[in-house]
């Protein structure tokens, strides 16, 4: 007679320590074994889109800084990129250059994090404090900037809110030669370790067409092997002018894809945002940040979707305007929002356990997953 | 890489009375406007024919148009009859990097738009996030549910412009 | 500290109130449950880290409610989340106590005037002892606000119920 069994279902519910925020799980596993995952979302709603509709264009800024409140720089970056294409204004180079040294000093902050929520959901607690302390280095260059330790209102449209600090450059220099031995101490202590690999190597693969087909951006992408970058394929800002390399997943312990890829690619992407903030610190030309930023902002009618590339992946902003002070509409393309799909593709046949695993790699944030 | 006009009249030749319009006067990017009931086959065909390759979808976003009628209800709140809702879809191909962009418009007393989720699966919880949000119904959508307000919330669709706020919910005061 | 002051004078013999002796190893060891809603648990994170340590306070993070005795509330409070914010605080043992930090938990924050969704401070489901303000308040704010909650604890008395 054959056992009668019943699959069993799990919550892992909105109060989680390793869920990265409120985001509640529900899995019906057999036994230990994962059959189906299935996110439910919208703890963190904050009705940002009704907001957007309710403030004047610069009143909006603030308020996109709390959507991924992990790369607040890059989202005022989105944000304003887009309305300055609405209005058709050219921008001082001297912004453009602090506007690229902000964002990737911003890339490298981000990633930190990630990593080191990663490796503390595995279980490794060591490089948790180890980078934090080095995200404190970033943290106060930006305080020295602007006041603010995280979130900054600091890139307007057509300008800056406030010019760098004199030693800005100066520390900025500092910074980088302290970092690069940072990393090869992240190799030796976690990317190269024996438990991380057995944990990570081999799970949650995702192949490229199921990644493009379901929208993936990001690291989440370029772990799968293709080399697809926002800052190569659709220029903004003057990325032409750096060089720097994209970095893919290669399977180099594992298959091409699992979560160690997705974390390699973080890992390599800190190191060439370094070179590119070496490319730019040093030949910052003069002007002033203020003199392009517009009295009255009150763009013509018309929609435009612009998009830069954040951390966790490809940042969109759709804006459509009436000719009023108060935009029409505003749609926040988030990248977290689409990468979070995949969860349900990858998690199937996996142990409970690599389910922490996965999420840590996806690296969501739920601020901009709920907006 | 091809670019909107041709796109326009490659459509129209397949399609015909499908495709509505391309609209130009915009100043940052040309829009095609679609029947609301023929965007599936529509997509699928950008997807699978070669010379288009269209194989993500960016973004799919609800907008109210608010361009109906505006009454007074016995509360003394605007209401809005009539008028139109629309879905703009965001298309690139990462082989051929082009752009194109669709949208699709649909009479405001009971919204139905044909949904993409065959085609691209993207649209899976971008297509539940414009039902919740604006109440447009997505026909063949396996699972189309609330998916950012808690799933017992009766008090209407919050993006559209006439949406009034509750007082209590579950015992807790809403406003300020 | 008052009670370290009486001296070892009989030879490792102390002699305190009862109240000043409960109320001196409460506040010495506040566990606290991980619960970290939005961008001010990162700055609750920052906190712990070790550049402004968390832990020479006492403070651990705890995972589950039944073994914690004070939440720190960090981040926007919604209305789908605030029912389970409530069976969380019914689930904790006595004493306990809660820290409102940022000014989303306080009074809902930016989103105070066309947030339909978010609850303007979570002081409308559960009773909070100390509020830090500031959006998001510096890890310095963060450990002035565990310093005031101390300084409440010192001043609590076995007689008189608490809350």
């Known amino acids: 007679m054959a056992l009668k069994t019943e699959t069993m279902v799990l919550n892992m519910g909105p109060q989680h320590p390793s869920t990265h925020g409120v985001l509640r799980l529900e ?49 005022n970056f989105g944000y304003v990129i887009a309305v300055e294409k609405l209005l058709g204004i050219q921008i001082p180079e001297r912004v453009e250059y602090i506007r690229v040294i902000m964002a990737e000093l911003q890339r490298i902050a981000s990633h930190l994090v990630a990593i080191a929520t990663n490796g503390a959901d595995i279980g490794a607690l060591t490089p948790f404090l ?28 057509g300008g800056l809110s406030h010019d760098i600090h004199p030693d800005f450059v100066r520390k900025t220099k500092e910074f980088i030669n302290h970092f690069r031995p940072t990393v090869v101490e992240l190799n030796n202590l976690l990317t190269f370790n024996k438990i991380f690999i057995e944990r990570t190597a081999g799970i949650g693969i995702l192949p490229i067409d199921t990644a493009i087909n379901f929208g993936a951006t990001g690291p989440v992408l370029r772990g799968s ?114 990468n979070l799909e995949v969860m349900g593709e990858l998690c199937k046949g996996h142990l409970v356990a690599d389910v922490i695993a996965i999420l840590g790699s996806l690296d969501i944030v739920l601020g901009e997953i709920d907006r | 890489m091809k670019n909107p006009e041709e796109i326009f009249e490659l459509l129209k030749n397949e399609f015909g009375e499908a495709i509505l319009s391309l609209d130009k006067e915009t100043p940052t990017e040309p829009i095609i406007s679609i029947n609301s009931l023929q965007i599936h086959k529509i997509g699928a065909f950008l997807r699978d024919s070669d010379e288009f390759k269209v194989d993500s979808l960016m973004v799919l976003s609800g907008v109210d148009d608010a361009n109906g009628t505006k009454i007074k209800d016995e509360d003394g ?55 919740d949000m604006f109440g447009i119904i997505f026909l063949n959508h396996p699972d189309l549910r609330r998916i950012l307000m808690p799933y017992d919330w009766e008090a209407g669709y919050p993006l559209r412009k006439d949406y009034k706020n509750p007082e209590f919910y579950q015992g807790m005061k809403v406003p300020y | 500290m008052g009670l370290l002051d009486k001296e070892f004078s009989d030879g490792n013999i102390v002699i305190a109130k009862v109240d000043d002796l409960m109320n001196w190893a409460r506040l010495s060891s506040i566990w606290q449950l991980g619960f970290g809603l939005a961008c001010c648990a990162i700055e609750m994170m920052a906190t712990s880290a070790s550049h402004y340590d968390f832990d020479r306070f006492g403070v651990i993070p705890r995972n589950t409610p039944r073994q914690a005795d004070a939440i720190i509330i960090s981040g926007t409070v919604t209305l789908k989340m605030a029912t389970r914010i409530k069976r969380l605080y019914e689930q904790m043992p006595d004493p306990k106590y809660i820290i409102s930090m940022g000014s989303c938990a306080n009074c809902g924050g930016p989103y105070w005037e066309h947030g339909y969704h978010v609850l303007k401070g979570i002081d409308r489901v559960i009773p909070v002892d100390v509020y830090v303000p500031g959006c998001p308040p510096r890890p310095e704010a963060l450990l002035e606000g565990l310093l005031k909650l101390q300084e409440k604890i010192r001043n609590e008395s076995l007689r008189k119920k608490i809350a």
Not at chain 1, 43 to 67: G, N, S, W
Not at chain 1, 291 to 303: D, E, F, L, N, Q
């Open chain 1, 27 to 75: 899995l019906e596993a057999e036994g230990e074994l994962i059959l189906s995952v299935k996110p439910h979302i919208g703890y963190l709603h904050r009705c940002f889109e009704k907001h957007a509709e309710a403030m004047t264009y610069p009143q909006v800024i603030p308020y996109t800084d709390r959507l991924d409140y992990l790369a607040a720089m890059g989202n």
């Open chain 1, 130 to 157: 180890y980078l934090f302390r080095d995200r404190e280095y970033i943290l106060s260059l930006f305080e020295m900037t602007c006041g603010a330790r995280m979130l900054y209102n600091y890139m307007w449209i």
């Open chain 1, 225 to 338: 092997g293709l080399a697809f970058d926002v800052r190569r394929e659709d220029p903004y800002s003057i990325y032409n002018r750096f060089e720097f390399e994209i970095p893919t997943g290669k399977g180099l312990v594992g298959t091409v894809g699992d979560c160690w890829d997705r974390y390699y690619v973080r890992v390599l992407e800190m190191e060439q945002s370094v070179r590119i903030i070496e490319q730019a610190i040093d030949n910052i030309p003069e002007g002033d940040v203020h003199s392009a930023i517009p009295k009255r902002i009150k763009p013509p009618k018309g929609t435009v979707y612009a998009r830069v590339e954040n951390p966790r992946g490809e940042l969109g902003y759709f804006i459509i305007s009436d000719g009023n002070l108060n935009p029409f509409r505003v749609k926040v393309r988030a990248p977290s929002f689409v």
């Open chain 2, 77 to 131: 709140v605007d209401v809005i009859n009539g008028g139109t809702l629309s879905v703009y879809y965001h298309l690139h191909s990462t082989s051929l990097k082009h752009k194109i962009t669709l949208k699709v418009s649909t009479q405001r007393e009971d919204p139905k738009v044909e949904s993409v989720y065959n085609v691209w699966r993207t649209s899976d919880w971008h297509e539940r996030e414009a039902f």
